[in-house]
């Protein structure tokens, strides 16, 4: 099995798979169905109704404000014991 390292969770996370901790630490891969990515890249477009909902402030709007806290939460829960210490650091 391939080591977990960023670089793999990014390329999976971009697929719309993700990684759980299964039984003797083997990781497992989900990919559930159906599933939206959202590219945010210069493909991106925010149709008008949508800015200007969001330009009236009702809802808050973030990406990768604090994955550290992610993983320290998911690990509280007993769900990130399978996280590799070098992808929590």
């Known amino acids: 099995m ?3 390292t960023p670089q793999l969770l990014l390329a999976a996370y971009s697929q719309g798979i993700f990684p759980m901790g299964g039984e003797d630490a083997e990781i497992l891969w989900y990919s559930p169905h159906p599933r939206a990515i959202i590219p945010l890249d210069a493909r991106f477009h925010v149709p008008r109704r949508l800015r200007r909902t969001l330009q009236q402030g009702r809802f808050t709007v973030t990406v990768n404000t604090d994955f550290a806290a992610v993983l320290r939460a998911c690990a509280r829960r007993g ?9 929590r650091n």
Request: aromatic content about 0%; charged content about 15%; cysteine-free.
């Open 2 to 4: 391939p080591e977990l």
């Open 79 to 87: 769900r990130a014991a399978n996280i590799p210490g070098s992808t």
